[in-house]
């Protein structure tokens, strides 16, 4: 499962589930992955992945400092997948997933756009205008997104302001991936990618798998990617995905 060009990478939320996964994919492929965490009880868990861990809070950290950090280490991607995880209520699920977000957006459109790295993004499935329901959803789905917009609103709420800022952005090479329920069950390295429905749960190994597969994949910019457990090769679902050219986020 190697990448076919060594890359410099930088994880902001690199203690996080999904992203301990990552990084135990990237570092063996030959790549560089330097991990953003807020606490030094992280360090040893990073290190332990093949990570590079540097201390920065995303909350407390300018645009300026995260773009020094990533014409620093001259990196080619930077993936967002930090989260408050609905801890401290809206006001942090805010600052984390909004602002923070919209920090690294700033921070790399601030790069020269010779040195400007790609984005790939994770959020989530059902992350949209509340009062816009895909044609594709099925009666299940509806059901199942409005009993999760009632559980975590704020972080619905704010994940989708994030992605809407990011989609309105012209200076970015960005993708989004929105995996649906997660579970820490085993991998399969298989999915069901684009336009799917709420109500298959995916495991974060196989979430991991494919932010590892789109790091090699330049020609995924500008796309907003559903993904679910299902029968499909995570590889041969991106591709297809990739090739239709059609994105997920439906505003």
């Not at 789905?141 to 994940?159: F, Q, T, V």
């Not at 809407?164 to 069950?185: E, M």
């Not at 330049?218 to 050219?245: C, R, S, W, Y």
């Amino acid at each position: 499962m190697s990448s076919s060009t060594p890359k410099k990478v930088v994880i902001v939320g690199g203690h996080g589930n999904v992203s301990l996964r990552l990084t135990r994919l990237l570092a063996p492929a030959g790549h560089t992955v330097t991990s953003l965490i807020r606490t030094p009880e992280h360090i040893d868990d990073i290190l332990a992945a093949g990570g590079k861990p540097l201390m920065l809070s995303l909350e407390e950290s300018t645009p300026a400092q995260l773009a020094g950090v990533f014409s620093d280490t001259h990196a080619d991607v930077v993936y967002f997948s930090a989260g408050a995880g609905g801890n401290g209520g809206e006001e942090r699920t805010k600052a984390v997933d909004y602002e923070g977000a919209v920090k690294v957006f700033d921070a790399i459109e601030s790069l020269d756009e010779a040195v400007r790295p790609r984005l790939i993004l994770v959020s989530a499935v059902d992350v949209r205008d509340p009062e816009k329901i895909p044609a594709h959803y099925t009666e299940e789905d509806i059901a199942l997104a409005n009993r999760i917009r009632g559980r975590i609103a704020a972080y619905m709420k704010w994940k989708y302001e994030a992605d809407k800022n990011l989609v309105a952005r012209t200076g970015i090479k960005y993708t989004i991936l929105r995996p649906g329920g997660l579970t820490n069950s085993p991998g399969t390295g298989k999915a069901s990618i684009g336009r799917t429905h709420l109500t298959t749960v995916i495991s974060r190994d196989d979430v991991a798998l494919a932010l590892f597969t789109l790091l090699d994949r330049p020609d995924a910019a500008g796309l907003a990617i559903d993904i679910v457990g299902g029968e499909t090769p995570i590889a041969e679902g991106l591709d297809t995905m990739i090739a239709k050219g059609e994105t997920d986020f439906l505003g």
